[in-house]
């Protein structure tokens, strides 16, 4: 019998997952990130029909890393043709880790998915091209979407990403080298770690993507975000792709659209119904919150909201 | 508005995609398949409330090929404990064609997932190590899913598929090598094509397959076949790995559970609702039936039934 | 200053480079090698003028192993048109371990060299295709070159190495996917294993390679065994791909074209010169003597020996 | 019976292959190399007791390209130790065309080899780490080497080549991101270009590398070059890895160390005997050119000169 959803509900799993916060890997490889808490442990859910649920930390910000890239990919959508995206980034898992090299040079410099790096890069390029001030309309948008006019970029964390940012400027040149790849690499990677560097917390995250859970529509854009279309498009992308080479087990295990990033954060969606935003540091070997990802798998089971 | 399901909807979904059968390529790596004419096309539903549903070829048969796969592990996740199976073989898309070797011989001939013919191989060799007697094990089973007591192996296409091996005796021997192969190859590998060469029609499929949207329950089983819990987890794995190395893209287009064959046969399913059918023998570059997978996207649009 | 060839020379370069028989690792992947002792060392010159110098465990046979595949492309070569043995194996270095299979399934079943495994089935699938006891010819051809008509292969390493042959087979039927290896699998993986488990000493095998330093003619054979221009290629095959994926290093650090075997002998050629072959069972991480090669390194200094 | 070295000898070998211009492919990758006439074909020999020989066009500046990775690694082995270079770059052959990044990704950012495009950056990285003005000093040697105090740059070749370097660039992030390049990565690239685009016509380029048959004794060098040691060791590294992935093919054919260029040339080196240059645009698919490997045989053959 599936259970009432409550802030309780939450707190109860929180409980349950406590343990596995001290068994994950805090992202180390930039000093920004090594310094957060192992300990945080945050969980935040919105509704179609209006409620919102949290629990833990669930109002302390992070950055949200690779979360990002579903929404550099929902600003391109508004802004190209279907074909003028998918003709240069492809829709199938990659079954590689996120930063690989080997497929893209394979596969003359088209990245499998919008979800790992290559594909992010390449939808970071597409945003420079049409768009004056990227950055600046990327938090416009969230902050829209959250509902938080405050929210900004950790430039500290953008500045330490990009001093580590050598393999993802391979990447980038490799599809310069394939043509798909059209303005300097230098300012669209600058870009590609402001949002990134994005900081958001469980209750703003869930609130932002709530969008994907309701067809397109936004409670604060009256036209709707994206399509219907396009939103399923989206929730496909997450199942197959969105938890870098481990995503069929994610699949398995929550049954969930998701999308995760190395700041620990993770959101998911059970279309028509509610988004869901956990947050906890520690990170399994793939790179996905170890501890978010067995609240996901409780909650799902417990709720009985699998898709599948 | 979601259109209500009549055969006369599949009809003239049938004949929307019925320009498509002269676009794919008809599998000819054997002649027994070389041989089918590729102008078939048929749809079957059967749904959880009974109701079944059919247009075109549908009561023609044909060989389910890979189809065979899903039946395959669901023979052996009732004959072992889950962390036998899931540590020989992966839950995760390969992001590779069907067949391929090279990420085997990486990942120490541990097959990514039991859809690629490798994991198959190994799950054909798991029943080989606990029935006494699979091949004919198999047939009872799917009989008595699919309601159909005259159900047969085509031995024609299973030796003509057998004299045609090497490739997947080149797989078998590789896991060998790794440990992750028990019994002798040539056994296996003649099983493997009589699973492969079953010969079913879309209306049979449906039926036989209706257990996965209904939580593992089966007309002819008062039991049960599977747990609901195995079930969704059967569901997520064809979502992330059940089409080949397009499998994102048929998650894009049609949002569903699939798995396919290079007969040209795909099931799909809508969980708690429907098992759907399709066949028509032209298939597109990643081995899945060109018209079928239209059928099914044009299906899911106009009912509303993306899982997504 | 070159210093001049005698069996104390020998003896003193196997005294230096003694305390490394203890730091390889003996091949041990069946039981049948892992037996032999690791402190054995030996060490054999025969020169085109006919002097012959030895020094250490000289006289004692070891199972030469892969040194068994020039002699196999030697006899190859005697049946087929050029053009017929190089259009189903090429001539370049793999840059990949001796028995992958990545680069054969890449490269659509053409071995890079004869002397990687793919490479050597090949060429015994072509002695299978044009003589009626491969395993016999071999034998003659072995004892007229070496002058020792009591040579004989180990049958129990033969029938141990067959039982661990699971790579192998693996490598035989994806090249027989490609349509390059036109023989059952099992009979000539079986004579692959025998020209392996062929017993040889140091004395025998610096006899049996002369022909090599000395453009194709042999004692015993009036005719000669190959033609100069032939002999040029088989030593600038052995330069770029005898010693594995370390050719590189060994060509740097000796300077000879050399083959080696896992049961721990060398061959090396000093072109109008010498043969020399090396015996020590310890193995460096690419699978080649390590004392072995190290004894060649110091000859060629104090010879002043190098082709280059 | 070989033949006695003289010009006519030389310019009967050209008339030989001379019909093998019209078969190769000039460079094309930048403008400044695409409008090279195809029909251009010259040689030259220098011996080590002072002869040289000439024919065709011997006299006509072309630029060395890749050859000039030979000369950085000569630079670098008189700046830095021997374990310095060789914990950065490896010695064996790559097996991959000459700018894959596939094999720098799997083996952590070690190239295999200073020949191939990674190699010789990381080389170009060490000289840039050492040296003041790394540009100024290659010129200065070189000049030195071949006599010819005018010898230049060709800057726009080089502004050429950088314009298209994003692939170069991605090789040199990569190493970066490994911890193999230490320097800032743009200027590398333009001193890397700069050595591909130094002028030099066969008569120069065969008395630059007479060093390579004389033990590292250079005319106008009254102390040498580099020791005899790491000229053989130079030679060994030509063999099997100087012509990019068909080393073994030319070590097969023409049986000498050699080290080629996309601009069409080669050199070649006969030890203790001589060095020969060649050159013709026209190059085959592994990028080495047709007429000049098929002269370079030619004369190997009739001179009886191979190594081996």
């Known amino acids: 019998m599936a259970k009432v959803l409550t802030d309780a509900l939450l707190a109860s799993i929180l409980e349950r997952v406590r343990p596995l916060t001290a068994q994950g890997q805090v992202a180390d490889y930039i000093p920004a990130l090594a310094c957060v808490p192992a300990e945080k442990l945050g969980i935040a859910i919105s509704t179609v029909d209006g409620q919102h649920f949290q629990a833990g930390d669930a109002g302390e910000r992070f950055t949200i890393q690779s979360i990002s890239k579903v929404l550099s ?15 240069r980034v492809g829709k199938d898992p990659s079954g590689q880790p996120f930063n690989s090299l080997l497929q893209l040079e394979l596969e003359k410099g088209k990245p499998r998915n919008p979800f790992i790096n290559a594909g992010a890069l390449v939808v970071c390029d597409m945003l420079q091209s049409r768009l004056s001030a990227p950055r600046q309309r990327m938090l416009e948008v969230v902050r829209q979407l959250a ?14 990403e990009f001093d580590h940012s050598d393999r993802n400027a391979a990447i980038a040149y490799l ?47 009256p036209d709707g975000l994206i399509s219907a279309q396009h939103t399923r498009q989206i929730n496909a992308l997450m199942v197959t792709s969105g938890m870098y080479q481990s995503s ?19 959101i998911a969606i059970v279309p028509h119904e509610m988004s869901i935003a956990v947050w906890s540091p520690g990170l399994d070997e793939a790179g996905n919150s170890l501890a978010g990802t067995a609240a996901l798998e409780i909650l799902a089971r417990e709720m009985g909201r699998s898709i599948f």
Chains 1, 2, 3, 4 share one sequence.
């Not at 509902?147 to 330490?160: E, I």
């Not at 300012?187 to 917390?201: D, G």
């Not at 069929?248 to 993770?266: L, T």
Request: proline letters at 3%.
């Open 73 to 87: 990919l929902v600003l391109a959508m508004g802004l190209y043709e279907e074909h003028e995206i998918w003709q």
């Open 147 to 160: 509902g938080a006019p405050d929210l900004h970029y950790n430039t500290l964390v953008a500045r330490s």
């Open 175 to 221: 599809m310069r080298s394939f043509g798909n790849f059209h303005n300097d690499v230098i300012p669209v990677l600058k870009n590609y770690f402001h949002y990134c560097a994005l900081e958001m917390n469980c209750v703003e995250l869930a609130r932002c993507f709530l969008f994907l859970a309701n067809q397109g529509r936004a409670a604060h854009l």
């Open 248 to 266: 069929g087990e994610f699949a398995w295990r929550v049954g969930m659209p998701g999308k995760s990033g190395v700041g620990g954060g993770i």
